[in-house]
């Protein structure tokens, strides 16, 4: 594996492989893009900071522009750019899973069925309509022994 240093004073790290397009990790490309939304470091800087060249840290932003415009315009909300954060995403996330769901070859197959119902579950809790799947209540037991002198013991 290639090593890469994240910025001049991370240590070296391992190059995340979860993502197609990117080395970073997930956090880190939120890093980069509030970095890129508050604009007080140039291009090779960050390039340097993030193991990357120019040209990528250019094409990140073109890619990431519509989450680096919603941090720029809200800088104070430390969850800007996380599309997910939103409701109304997530929401759109279960459907589509749901969807294509449905539209799969293996649809009946009962795993694909109990996945189709966790996902209207799921829909379900994000809007409210479920109660709590569990309530925890602790009541404090107080404990009288009547006939007994606590002295005396």
Same mark, same amino acid.
């Given at each position: 594996m290639t090593e890469v240093a994240v910025n001049k004073d991370a #240590?070296? &790290?391992?190059? =995340?492989?979860g993502g197609s397009r990117s080395s970073l990790q997930p956090y880190q490309q939120l890093a980069l893009m509030r970095q890129i #939304?508050?604009? *007080?470091?140039?291009?090779t800087a960050l390039a340097s900071d993030y193991g990357m060249t120019v040209q990528g840290i250019r094409e990140f932003a073109k890619r990431h522009d519509n989450e680096i415009t919603e941090i720029r315009d809200h800088m104070a909300d430390q969850f800007a750019g996380l599309p997910l954060? &939103?409701? $109304?995403? &997530?929401? #759109? $996330? =279960?459907e589509d899973a749901i969807m294509r769901l449905r539209e799969h070859p293996n649809s *009946?197959?009962? $795993?694909?069925?109990k996945a189709e119902f966790q996902g209207l579950r799921n829909i379900a809790e994000e809007l409210g309509q479920l109660p709590p799947r569990a309530t925890v209540t602790v009541v404090p037991v107080i404990h009288v022994i009547e006939g007994v002198d606590v002295e005396d013991l």
């Open positions: #240590a070296v &790290r391992k190059t =995340y492989r #939304a508050v604009n *007080d470091k140039t291009m954060v &939103r409701k $109304e995403n &997530r929401l #759109a $996330e =279960y *009946d197959h009962h $795993e694909w069925v």
